[in-house]
T-cell receptor, first 111, second 112 residues
Framework: DAKTTQPPSMDCAEGRAANLPCNHSTISGNEYVYWYRQIHSQGPQYIIHGLKNNETNEMASLIITEDRKSSTLILPHATLRDTAVYYCIACYNFGNEKLTFGTGTRLTIIP | EAQVTQNPRYLITVTGKKLTVTCSQNMNHEYMSWYRQDPGLGLRQIYYSMNVEVTDKGDVPEGYKVSRKEKRNFPLILESPSPNQTSLYFC???????????FGSGTRLTVV
């Protein structure tokens, strides 16, 4: 699986869009970009994933660059409950894919 | 409610005393995994299972055993726990149709 690089921490004002970057310059053509988040010490929660097209769901949007070497997770209207560690993971989408978690980005939403 | 249930949530035990952490899912998922989370090391996969009676090692399997006799259950067994197995443990499940893994709430294990 490709290695991903994320900033260790970010702050965002409540109500603003939170943009979390991820670098995955060695990603292979068949690897997907997945995002999970972990609130405090709860179990990680799936957010969104994509291959090369931008994706949007009820939680977030995922923007993947054309060369697929980086991506951005966008939380459009951040709330205090979005404070968490966000993990960007590049892996194959076999169904039983192993998730290799890095250290993620600790996002703090400021009132 | 679709969920992965782990028990216990918290456990303090002594070195060498065998223990089992249970994991059960009600979503009929084929794939189940165990992860441990340690400060500075992130989440690391211990074992995984692709279906009943099919299990394989993850990245850090030493000191652990698993079994998958039924589709819904995937217990994690520590035959002789040691202090370096003090950690936060997560069970997760998925199938081909799910878009992401569902994780349990975690088991915080302390071995003294």
């Amino acid at each position: 699986d490709a290695k991903t690089t994320q900033p260790p921490s970010m702050d965002c004002a409540e109500g603003r869009a939170a943009n979390l970057p991820c670098n995955h310059s060695t990603i292979s053509g068949n690897e997907y970009v997945y995002w999970y988040r972990q609130i405090h010490s709860q179990g990680p929660q799936y957010i969104i994933h994509g291959l090369k097209n931008n994706e949007t769901n009820e939680m977030a949007s995922l923007i993947i660059t054309e060369d697929r070497k980086s991506s951005t997770l966008i939380l459009p209207h951040a709330t205090l409950r979005d404070t968490a560690v966000y993990y960007c993971i590049a892996c194959y989408n076999f169904g039983n894919e192993k998730l290799t978690f890095g250290t993620g980005t600790r996002l703090t939403i400021i009132p | 409610e679709a969920q992965v249930t782990q028990n216990p949530r918290y456990l303090i035990t002594v070195t060498g005393k065998k223990l089992t952490v249970t994991c059960s899912q009600n979503m009929n998922h084929e794939y189940m995994s165990w992860y441990r989370q340690d400060p500075g090391l992130g989440l690391r996969q211990i074992y995984y299972s692709m279906n009943v009676e099919v299990t394989d090692k993850g990245d850090v399997p030493e000191g652990y055993k698993v079994s998958r006799k039924e589709k819904r259950n995937f217990p994690l067994i520590l035959e002789s726990p040691s202090p370096n197995q003090t950690s936060l443990y997560f069970c997760a499940s998925k199938n081909d149709r799910a878009v992401g893994y569902t994780f349990g709430s975690g088991t915080r294990l302390t071995v003294v």
